[in-house]
């Protein structure tokens, strides 16, 4: 257990995050082909981040960390070191985000025990997640006890404590329990990409939640502005992985000495100019989540419109980069051909029609048609 008066030796990199980042990813780029396995599991990758001490980054400073992404002012570093881990490799990306993401949650919605407890996860080099996907039955909290499982939950068989949603009678609870007990299941993982994320299902059945293991109030996970909002993280893990594939798609033109033609060069400028979209658009959406005073229902539909058309400017990409490149781009080893599965993998987000559907009412009810968007 993290004790907070226990002397915390700082490394540098824990001060830099943004090269502590661009030193795993050194790591994690050149294990990601033997990582494109079923079942694989990124320890080394882990250990580097741990290393680093990006998994106390989030944390705040009395246990270690800087408060990574906790707050406006450090939101755009985050983006950085998110782009950056996933530019190396989307499923480690994935992992880190999962991460973050359950720190923010506790440290709104938590107590100082509570992020102790995350403490006590990062100084034993283990990461935390978010695992709120549910099958049809969904998991509960009975009586101090949960009944049920939940499924898509990356790094399953190295996370310990996870901030799971569970149902209540009084609705949905986050929880923060040990769950060393569970029985994890990888073995339906056999996807078309991201098969480094661990992401399988798991049966909680039995393991017991205490008082203290319990954030917040019931409703809290799915609150405004964080919710939706947070998705900003993703769209910054996925455009690392989009910016790698604009840099191996100039090297293709350049290699094959196609850059002379100018259908393939029109075709690289369209692929040029959605790359930037979705940029600005991550940009955007973390700048406007992370923007406190902003209404709560500007901030999801502008975060929600990022997602849309970060999807369909890396959608665009993979299809230029396809046509420009033809069959090779499709062969192992090529590393187009693995990035583009795995980012294929991850774009598929919940609910993707409902937040559209959620931004267009917005802005119908809220905004004239000619104002700009969230623009003050
Ligand atoms: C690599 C990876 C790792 C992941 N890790 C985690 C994790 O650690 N924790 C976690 O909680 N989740 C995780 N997820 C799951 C993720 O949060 C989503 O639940 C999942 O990606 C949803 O994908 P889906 O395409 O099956 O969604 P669906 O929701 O089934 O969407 C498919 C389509 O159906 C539409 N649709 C959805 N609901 C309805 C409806 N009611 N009526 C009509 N149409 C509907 C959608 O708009 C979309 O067009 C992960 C996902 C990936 C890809």
Same mark, same amino acid.
């Given at each position: ?46 250990? #580097? ?41 989307? +499923? ?54 949960? !009944?049920?499982?939940?499924? &898509?939950?990356?790094?399953? =068989? ?50 017991? !939640? ?10 809290? &996970? ?46 690289? =400028? ?38 849309? +058309? ?35 993998? &991850? ?15 917005? #802005? ?13």
């Amino acid at each position: 257990m993290h004790n907070a008066s226990d002397a915390i030796v700082v490394p540098l990199s824990r001060r830099d995050p943004a090269a502590a980042a661009r030193r795993v990813a050194v790591i994690a780029a050149d294990l990601a082909p033997e990582r494109d396995t079923d079942f694989s599991v990124p320890d080394t990758e882990v250990a #580097a981040l741990a290393g680093e001490g990006l998994l106390h980054a989030p944390l705040p400073d009395d246990l270690g960390g800087i408060g990574l992404g906790m707050d406006v002012a450090t939101a755009s570093m985050l983006r950085h070191v998110l782009r950056t881990i996933g530019g190396a490799s989307l +499923s480690l990306g994935r992992l880190y985000e999962g991460h973050v993401n359950a720190v923010r949650l506790v440290a709104r919605y938590g107590t100082p025990a509570q992020m102790r407890l995350l403490a006590a996860e990062a100084d034993a080099g283990r990461l935390s997640a978010v695992w709120n996907a549910q099958g049809t039955d969904k998991l509960r909290l009975v009586d101090g006890r949960l !009944v049920g499982g939940k499924i &898509y939950t990356s790094g399953i =068989g190295i996370i310990r404590r996870p901030l799971l949603t569970a149902e209540t009678a009084d609705g949905t609870v986050m929880l923060l329990p040990d769950v060393a007990m569970a029985t994890g299941d990888l073995s339906g993982w056999t996807v078309l990409g991201m098969r480094a994320s661990m992401t399988g299902r798991a049966d909680f059945t039995g393991i017991a !939640v205490a008082d203290g293991e319990i954030i917040g109030t019931p409703g809290d &996970y799915y609150r405004s502005p964080l919710f939706a909002g947070g998705a900003w993280r993703v769209l910054a893990v996925q455009l690392g992985a989009l910016e790698q594939l604009m840099a191996l798609y100039r090297q293709l033109l350049g290699e094959r000495g196609r850059a002379g033609d100018p259908v393939q060069r029109a075709r690289f =400028g369209e692929a040029v100019a959605m790359l930037e979209t979705a940029r600005l658009w991550t940009a955007r959406a973390a700048a406007v989540a992370e923007d406190s005073p902003r209404p709560d229902g500007e901030i999801d539909a502008l975060v929600n419109l990022a997602r849309y +058309s970060f999807d369909r400017a890396a959608l665009g990409v993979i299809e230029r980069i396809q046509r420009a490149g033809g069959l090779s781009t499709m062969v192992r080893p090529n590393p187009i051909e693995r990035i583009v599965r795995d980012l294929t993998t &991850y774009l598929r987000q919940p609910f993707p029609d409902a937040a559209l559907d959620d931004a267009a009412r917005w #802005a119908l009810a809220e905004r004239p048609v000619h104002a700009d968007l969230g623009e003050r």
